[in-house]
């Protein structure tokens, strides 16, 4: 079984940088690809960033392009993303998944619990 942990969120004012890990259990990100969603309350799940097994793929959200990052650690089996010059409209739960790359940014097989990103001044 798969677990996911995120950590790192919390209150930032706009254009603040926040950074989210995710732990998983296993060797989980050397063998599946990762992403991060996000969800605000009233409004369907989105998809934000996902990077694959090797980490030599990567995608974004045109919404965050050339603002965040997503990368791994290997070593300690920790997915992260760097969110730079925050939005208001970025306030959101973030949830860590994880899957095959072919389906991870549309209907990962494992979720995290999410932790909640509030941007604002």
């Known amino acids: 079984q798969v677990q996911l942990v995120e950590s790192g969120g919390g209150l930032v004012q706009p254009g603040d940088s926040l950074r989210l890990a995710c732990a998983a259990s296993g060797r989980t990100f050397t063998n599946y690809a990762a992403a991060w969603f996000r969800q605000v309350p009233g409004k369907e799940r989105e998809f934000v960033a996902a990077?694959?097994?090797?980490?030599?793929?990567?995608d974004y959200a045109n919404s965050v392009k050339g603002r965040f990052t997503i990368s791994k650690d290997v070593a300690k089996n920790t997915v992260y993303l760097q969110m730079n010059s925050l939005k208001p409209e970025d306030t959101a739960v973030y949830y860590c998944?994880?899957?095959?790359?072919?389906?991870?940014?549309?209907?990962?097989?494992?979720w995290g619990q999410g932790t909640q990103v509030t941007v604002s001044s």
């Open positions: 998944a994880a899957g095959p790359w072919t389906i991870v940014t549309t209907t990962p097989d494992w």
């Open positions: 990077i694959s097994s090797t980490g030599g793929n990567t």
